[in-house]
């Protein structure tokens, strides 16, 4: 429910708490378990298929500092992902 918050359309405060919250989701299942059938943490894979890694990429830009370095944590805790060697 937060993927649809990552953007800028809604204000900076309001992305922060996206960002956060996303965050917080990802940190759950990992904490408690919650895995799909395959051992993965059904929040990451519900967030790579609804384009979740792409909007983050985005936000590593970001002209706030707090948001691009949220971002950029997580992609590389939960993704592996160094945008800055994406990019």
């Not at 204000?11 to 996303?22: F, M, P, S, Y």
């Not at 904490?31 to 993965?40: E, H, S």
């Not at 983050?56 to 592996?80: G, P």
């Amino acid at each position: 429910c937060f993927i649809g918050l990552l953007s800028d359309d809604y204000g900076k405060k309001c992305l922060i708490l996206a960002v956060e919250g996303v965050k917080n989701c990802l940190k759950w299942g990992q904490d408690f378990n919650l895995n799909d059938g395959n051992g993965r943490n059904k929040f990451v894979v519900n967030f790579k298929k609804n384009e979740g890694i792409d909007l983050l990429m985005n936000l590593h830009e970001h002209l706030n500092e707090k948001i691009r370095m949220e971002s950029k944590l997580i992609l590389q805790e939960y993704f592996r992902i160094n945008p800055e060697l994406e990019n």
